[in-house]
């Protein structure tokens, strides 16, 4: 029987709903949670992201200025900028758009960011209380995953989690969440990467699978057991002359294949990528009621 989809942008929705009830409780004490958003340079994925942030924010009660700098801005002054938002009692949250250009260290300017700011959660302050289990922004890509398989009823506790991918952002953030002896987590994780010599034999053995390797169609239906429930968190721009754009957004899992041997399976695009935003948002307005005095 083909996959139940799950629908990203659904979950998606039913959480912005119960952020815009938070939004309103904030504006009752006059606080309006705002997010700075700094981009680099004039990368188009980057460009479509940074929108989407800003179009999300838009669309629940908050504010949101994006901060542009051209490509060859120096790397100090990408650093002031930083600083000056993290002076702001205006803004709740900052992120930087990633990649940044090559001069552009991204591990500097991401320790500039103001722990208490950093809706991002990338900052070494906030990776380490991920890792002990403390309290703390999560990330949004991986909080999103977790955050897709509680909702659409395949809790993590007590499965097998494979997750293909072992990136800062994604790869190592999830499993991080995932092991810890809480609800929504508590699961066996285990990570394959480029070092792994044979990933289809991890990967079969998995109740979740996690697709997080950055290449087109790269997780095929001989990798996935019967039953399995398959998460895509790829985002490929692969060439489509049919198309407006020229391209079409394609995932990391073969989804056409997958999808008839998997039990539940999200999509692409319509999966992971609203909920990365949404966590964002999420983080944002937890930054406005951790700074009002508003949460226990
Ligand atoms: N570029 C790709 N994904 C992300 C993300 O989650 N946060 C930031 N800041 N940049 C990104």
């Known amino acids: 029987m083909p996959a139940q989809v799950i629908s990203g942008t659904q979950i998606a929705a039913e959480i912005r709903e119960e952020?815009?009830?938070r939004v309103k409780k904030l504006n009752e004490k006059g606080v309006t949670?705002?997010?700075?958003?700094?981009?680099?340079?004039?990368?188009?994925?980057?460009?479509?992201?940074?929108?989407?942030?800003?179009?999300?924010?838009?669309?629940?009660?908050m504010h949101e200025e994006t901060i542009r700098l051209p490509a060859d801005t120096p790397e100090e002054e990408v650093i002031r900028t930083v600083d000056k938002l993290n002076e702001d009692p205006k803004f709740h949250g900052i992120l930087v758009q990633l990649p940044l250009p090559k001069h552009v260290s991204t591990e500097k300017v991401i320790n500039y960011i103001s722990p208490e700011k950093d809706v991002d959660a990338f900052h070494p302050i906030n990776v380490g209380k991920l890792l002990r289990g403390e309290r703390c922004p999560l990330p949004c890509t991986p909080h999103g995953v977790q955050e897709?398989?509680?909702?659409s009823g395949n809790d993590p506790a007590g499965k097998h989690v494979v997750i293909c991918g072992r990136s800062?952002?994604?790869?190592?953030p999830l499993a991080a969440i995932l092991i810890q002896k809480k609800q929504g987590a508590n699961a066996t994780v285990t990570?394959?990467?480029?070092?792994?010599?044979?990933?289809a034999s991890f990967s079969k053995q998995a109740d979740i699978v996690v697709a997080a390797m950055g290449a087109p169609k790269a997780l095929t239906a001989d990798m996935v057991k019967d039953g399995a429930v398959v998460i895509d968190v790829g985002v490929n721009r692969v060439e489509d002359k049919t198309r407006e754009k020229g391209f079409r957004l394609v995932g990391d899992v073969d989804f056409d294949a997958v999808k008839e041997k998997a039990s539940a399976i999200t999509p692409v695009p319509g999966g992971v990528g609203p909920m990365t935003v949404t966590m964002l948002l999420m983080n944002t307005v937890e930054a406005a009621e951790i700074k009002a005095g508003m949460t226990g």
Do not use: F, Q, W
């Open 19 to 21: 952020l815009k009830e």
């Open 33 to 61: 949670p705002t997010l700075a958003v700094v981009l680099v340079g004039e990368d188009p994925a980057s460009i479509s992201y940074v929108t989407a942030k800003a179009k999300g924010a838009e669309e629940i009660g």
């Open 148 to 151: 897709l398989l509680i909702r």
């Open 168 to 172: 800062n952002i994604v790869g190592k």
């Open 191 to 199: 990570i394959c990467h480029t070092g792994t010599k044979d990933i």
